[in-house]
């Protein structure tokens, strides 16, 4: 993402990098400051409550370009920067900002500082960033020639490694020292969440009903969204569950995949399906307690779906475009796992945890109503360490080469 930072700089007064705790906003934009910028962070309790009560006079303070971390312990700041922006017309890259707190951010942001600022969602790791190929980093492209440089790239690896890079996640603290132990680190992390960015919207009274409520999710990723099952699970009422994964969806720990429609179908599926955007955590909120037994467990292709929506989705948030995903299932049972708009073209998708795909793994294609968009030939993302013809223009590929 450090080019889409650079580039909206040039272009915008301010910029923000938005994501949940931990996953490198701070380091990114820190490691690519110019050296006039200087760094303040409102982690400290003194400087926010100096921003939060004189904002005006707080920026007075500090001469532009300024990089502020975690501006949402102050957002009265963005009203304050909007008069310094005015007040330089046409001036760029004046603020950096992040912010791992979206939920009130982001009203701030639109009241305050629509126009003037460019913002990138950042997420842990992908697995080119992982495994230390991210200058081969490219969108998910369905094209034969694409889908050819990307085997290349030198991240295929066989399943068992596969799932050692979905069971440890993307977050850097764990990647970059693959010693740190899960319970320890995500358990700092999920009481720091609940502690500091759940507690500070005053909508959940009982955190153990939604400590339940995260379980119950990390549980259903990669299935269909149903709230009555997850409010049962954590003993709530299925408005509260709403309200509880809208909390979750905003902070960037889940994301909902909406279904595809067309005007001119009324049977296909209305509920979203729900995705962990971060394997490590969700695996170990799951209980999860090593690859192997993620790997041959109840939620070995659920989360491996997972993996993938999460890989998809990196590919394009990280170059500063906002994908169209969907997904696809009728009131009969036929479904793809994932669908690329682009171009007036839709691309299937297929999740399989094989070695050995087969064509027919792609036979709800031929449910997808007709509409406007061409329907390519599918691809099958599998377990398999090459890419492989199936037939009729439909290919196989290596999930490892994502």
């Given amino acids: 993402m450090a080019a889409e930072v650079i580039e909206l700089s040039r272009s915008f007064p301010c910029v923000l990098v938005t994501g949940a705790r931990q996953v490198g906003k701070s380091t990114l934009l820190r490691s690519l400051m110019p050296e006039e910028m200087r760094y303040i962070s409102l982690d400290d309790y003194r400087l926010a409550r100096e921003a939060k ?14 990089c502020i971390d975690e501006v949402q312990y102050a957002p009265e700041l963005l009203r304050a ?9 046409g001036r760029k890259g004046m603020y950096w900002l992040t912010g791992s707190q979206r939920f009130h951010l982001m009203q ?20 080119a960033e992982m495994v230390g190929r991210a200058e081969y980093a490219q969108t998910f492209s369905c094209e034969p020639a694409a889908m050819r440089d990307a085997v290349n790239r030198g991240l295929i690896c066989n399943i068992t490694e596969l799932y050692e890079r979905i069971w440890l996640g993307g977050y850097p603290a764990r990647v970059c020292d693959p010693s740190t132990r899960a319970e320890p680190f995500f358990n700092a992390y999920l009481q720091t969440y609940l502690e500091r960015d759940v507690q500070a919207l005053q909508q959940v009274g009982d955190r153990g009903a939604f400590l339940a409520l995260m379980k119950s999710a990390a549980a259903r990723t990669g299935q269909q969204l149903v709230y009555s099952d997850i409010a049962r699970d954590a003993d709530v009422s299925v408005n509260t569950a709403k309200k509880w994964i809208s909390i979750l969806e905003t902070s960037g720990i889940i ?7 067309t005007n001119t179908s009324k049977r296909l599926t209305k509920s979203p399906k729900l ?14 307690s090593s690859p192997e037994v993620l790997m041959n467990g109840a939620l070995s292709g659920a989360i491996l779906e997972t993996w993938v929506y999460g890989q998809l989705y990196r590919s394009f948030v990280n170059r500063g475009m906002m994908p169209r995903l969907s997904y696809f299932r009728n009131s009969n049972g036929a479904e793809v796992d994932f669908l690329i708009e682009k ?4 691309y299937p998708l297929e999740v399989k945890r094989s070695s050995s795909p087969a064509l027919s793994d792609l036979k709800g294609v031929q449910s997808i109503p007709p509409g406007k968009a061409e329907i390519k030939p599918g691809v099958v993302l599998c377990t398999a360490t090459e890419l492989l013809p199936l037939g009729k223009g439909n290919v196989a590929f290596p999930i490892s080469a994502l």
Avoid at 108 to 127: C, H, M, N, P, T
Avoid at 255 to 261: I, N, S
Avoid at 275 to 288: L, Q, R
Avoid at 343 to 346: L, N, S, Y
């Fill in 53 to 66: 009560n004189d904002p005006i006079g707080f920026l007075e303070m500090y001469d532009v370009p300024l």
């Fill in 81 to 89: 920067i909007k008069l310094r922006v005015d007040a330089e017309p």
């Fill in 108 to 127: 701030g942001v639109s009241e305050s500082l629509a126009g003037r600022i460019g913002i990138l969602d950042l997420y842990s790791f992908s697995q």
């Fill in 255 to 261: 994301h909902l995949l909406q279904p595809y429609h």
């Fill in 275 to 288: 995705y962990f955007m971060d394997t490590g955590f969700c695996a170990w909120m799951g209980g999860w």
């Fill in 343 to 346: 171009d007036g073209c839709i």
